[in-house]
């Protein structure tokens, strides 16, 4: 099968390298004209991957018409570049005559509306395209080591949704499927949030018995908020909720949770970004977030008080004095 991979970062290489693996032909596309000579050149790409040699069966493009005859395309953009890519696609291929199918690997909102990343598309794309959402606890190196990986595979369909898994699984990586679409995708964007406010608490040097406590009362609240807005409680209990919000919450490899870290120590949001050199989505969906809760008259206190410490309305010790002030009912 020939698979187009738009985003060349750490997770959108290794995943294209994954499939190219697997005897698929892989185009991965890059903004980066330096980035896919590169790849090309080398089978590497240093900036995100270090030093590990990629499959022969992976190339990478600069130019985006390149990808005009795929049909399968797999997004592992920030969610800030769906917008614009969607835009690229749209003036590139004819979508009501030709159906493509598209996997998400976003994990974030599109819009300030709240849109997943499926939900999004299939408005601008058309209805007539499937979507699927590819989710679960996994970092890309583990991936590019291939040392044991599991994820869900969303899509509305559940045997299509078996078909996609069958497609990525791999005697290291397990895929379940399910038909919990936008279930699937809003536990991808809301635990970066979570993960944050966990880097807080382990940037105030709080411990481990705090950040736990953290991460069950992040569980109850991805919850409320995931069946609030039309998810499934199943999905939040499974690898695509807790599964990775309790990698991303606990590790240092995780970007939302560094930057946390660096937030509980009282640096300001353009000083993290600035230093990490990188995406924090947790810092622009948990904006997008408590829109949401409150829209929908849903309590998300960790997600309300992370809002005023991120704003600079709150400290990082007032936040924790907060929460932990808050009256106390039944579990």
């Known amino acids: 099968m020939e698979i187009a991979v738009l985003g060349l970062g750490a997770w959108g290489t290794a995943f294209a390298n994954h499939l190219a693996l697997k005897g698929h032909k892989v185009l991965g596309w890059t903004h980066s004209q330096e980035q896919a000579q590169i790849i090309n050149s080398s089978k ?54 030709k159906k493509v199918n598209i996997i998400s690997l976003t994990k974030g909102f599109v819009n300030e509306e709240g849109e997943s990343v499926a939900t999004f598309l299939n408005r601008i794309l058309g209805s007539s395209h499937t979507f699927f959402a590819v989710s679960g606890p996994s970092f890309a190196h583990d991936l590019l080591r291939k040392t044991p990986v599991l994820l869900t595979c969303a899509g509305k369909d559940n045997q299509e949704a078996l078909n996609i ?55 109850a609240e991805l919850n409320r908020l995931v069946t609030g807005l039309g998810g499934e409680s199943r999905t939040v209990y499974g690898l695509a909720g807790i599964g990775d919000l309790i990698l991303t919450s606990s590790s240092y490899l995780s970007r939302n949770h560094r930057a946390g870290i660096l937030l509980g120590k009282g640096n300001k949001v353009e000083a993290i970004i600035k230093e990490l050199h990188s995406t924090i989505e947790g810092f622009r969906t948990s904006k997008i977030a408590l829109k949401l809760a409150n829209k929908n008259n849903i309590q998300a206190p960790i997600i309300e008080h992370l809002n005023h410490l991120i704003s600079g309305g709150k400290s990082a010790l007032d936040l924790v004095s907060a929460l932990l002030s808050r009256p106390v009912k039944n579990e």
């Open 44 to 97: 590497k790409n240093p900036a995100y991957c270090g030093e590990i040699s990629l499959s022969d069966n992976l190339s990478a493009t600069s130019d985006f018409t390149s990808l005009k005859e795929h049909k399968f395309f797999v997004v592992a953009l920030p969610s800030s570049a769906i917008g614009e890519v969607s835009q690229n696609l749209l003036s590139l291929i004819d979508f009501s005559t």
């Open 165 to 219: 898994s069958q497609l990525v699984a791999s005697e290291n990586v397990r895929v379940y499927p399910s038909s919990d679409l936008l279930g699937v995708e809003l536990c991808g964007a809301l635990k970066n949030v979570l993960a944050l406010a966990c880097g807080v608490s382990d940037g105030l040097g709080l411990g481990d018995s705090a950040r736990a406590a953290l991460i069950t009362r992040g569980v």
